[in-house]
C-alpha cells in the first residue's frame, strides 16, 4: 500500500511525536526467513521492496522519512530530490554507498549497525583458518581424483598439515570481531599478536605488522578497507613471509593484493590463502582467484562467498539492532 501522505503526516505530526514512515530498498540482503516485526513495530508504515537501483531509490523514497537500505547507493544527487527523507539506516556496518557530506547537508541522519555477526563471522573465520591448516582443499580435490581409493595405504600424507597449538597468530583489527577470532584461537593453543593500527604505527605501542610478518604462521584480517589498509598484504611484504604461512581475509577484498598472494599461493611461498571477499561483489568480470579455482590448480586454495555473516541469528540481530536505531533517532530528533 502507498505511504500516507505528506499532508497526512505534518498533521499527525501537529500533535504527539507520530511515529515515522519508512521504506527498506533491498531487503533481499537480508535473506530468507527473517522477521521484520521488530521494524515494523518501530515506523507508522514500513513499504518493503526487495531490490531497488539509485534511480528506482529515488521513486520510492520521494515521501519517506526513513531509507532502509543495505547496498543501494544513495548519491548527493538522489538525496537533494528527497525533502522528506530524515534517516538513513545502513543494514551493515559500512556506510561507503551513503554520501555521508551530502547526508549532512540536507540534515539526514544515518545510522548503521555493528558487532551484529561477531559469533557468525568469528566461526567462519576459524572455519577458514582450520581448512587451510589440514589442506581440506587438497585431500578433498584428492579423494574426488580417487586417489585414496587407488592409495596401498589406509591414509593420505601427501600435504603436511599445520597444528595449531602454539603456532603464531597474527591479527590485523583488534575490534569487537578481531578479539573474538583471539579469543576462539586461543583455545586452539595459538599465541595471539595484535599488529599496530596500519597507518598509525608510530603512535601505536603494538608491534608492525612488518615486524610480526617473519615469524607470523597465519594473519587473519579483520580491518577496514582504506588508504593505509589496501593492499597491505602485497607483494613486498608477502615476500617476507614463511613459505608455510595462511592467511584469511574476512575483512574486506582489497586488504590482500590477490594476484600477489595467488602468485606467491603458486610459487609455494606462503601455505594457504583463505578469503571470504573480494575488492567487486558480485564477480560478475571473474576474478584470478575463481579462475584459479575453475580450472583446479592444485592449491590450498578457498574462497567463500561473502557470507561469513549470514547466520539466521546475525541476520536477525540487524533487524533488532536497526529498529533499535529508529527509536533512538525519534529520541534524538524529539
Excluded at 501522505?5 to 514512515?21: Q, T, Y
Excluded at 527498506?24 to 507508522?44: E, F, H, K, Y
Aim: hydrophobic share 45%; glycine share 6%; net charge negative.
Amino acid at each position: 500500500c502507498p505511504l500516507p501522505s505528506k499532508a497526512k503526516r505534518l498533521s499527525a505530526m501537529n500533535g504527539e511525536h507520530a511515529m515515522p514512515n519508512a521504506v527498506i530498498l533491498d531487503a533481499q540482503s537480508l535473506g530468507p526467513d527473517i522477521d521484520l516485526t521488530a521494524i515494523r513495530n518501530a515506523v507508522t508504515h514500513l513499504e518493503i521492496h526487495q531490490q531497488s537501483t539509485t534511480t528506482q531509490a529515488r521513486e520510492r523514497l520521494v515521501e519517506a522519512e526513513i531509507a532502509i537500505v543495505n547496498k543501494v547507493k544513495l548519491d548527493a544527487d538522489t538525496l537533494a530530490q528527497l525533502p522528506s527523507l530524515r534517516l538513513i539506516c545502513v543494514l551493515a556496518t559500512g556506510l561507503n554507498n551513503i554520501d555521508l557530506e551530502a547526508a549532512k547537508a540536507h540534515n539526514i541522519a544515518v545510522k548503521n549497525v555493528s558487532a551484529y555477526g561477531t559469533a557468525s563471522v568469528s566461526q567462519h573465520t576459524l572455519m577458514l583458518m582450520l581448512s587451510l591448516a589440514n589442506r581440506l582443499p587438497r585431500y578433498q580435490a584428492d579423494i574426488a581424483d580417487g586417489k585414496w581409493q587407488d592409495s596401498d595405504f589406509f591414509c593420505l600424507q601427501e600435504h603436511p598439515t599445520l597444528q595449531l597449538s602454539g603456532k603464531q597468530l597474527v591479527m590485523v583489527g583488534q575490534g569487537e570481531l578481531g578479539s573474538e577470532v583471539a579469543r576462539l584461537a586461543e583455545a586452539f593453543g595459538m599465541q595471539v599478536t595484535f599488529a599496530a593500527r596500519p597507518g598509525n604505527e608510530h603512535n601505536d605501542q603494538r608491534p608492525s605488522l612488518d615486524e610480526l610478518l617473519p615469524t607470523a604462521d597465519v594473519i587473519s584480517l579483520h580491518c577496514p578497507l582504506n588508504e593505509a589498509t589496501k593492499h597491505l598484504l602485497n607483494k613486498e611484504r608477502l615476500a617476507k613471509a614463511k613459505p608455510s604461512l595462511l592467511i584469511v581475509n574476512c575483512a574486506r577484498g582489497g586488504i590482500i593484493d590477490e594476484v600477489a598472494a595467488l602468485e606467491a599461493l603458486r610459487n609455494g611461498d606462503i601455505g594457504g590463502l583463505a578469503v571470504d571477499v573480494l575488492p567487486t561483489e558480485p564477480p560478475k568480470d571473474g576474478h584470478p582467484l575463481l579462475d584459479a579455482l575453475a580450472k583446479a590448480e592444485p592449491l590450498n586454495l578457498i574462497v567463500t562467498p561473502h557470507n561469513a555473516w549470514i547466520t539466521p541469528e546475525a541476520r536477525q540481530n540487524i533487524v533488532g539492532l536497526t529498529a533499535d536505531n529508529i527509536r533512538a533517532w525519534q529520541t534524538e530528533a524529539h
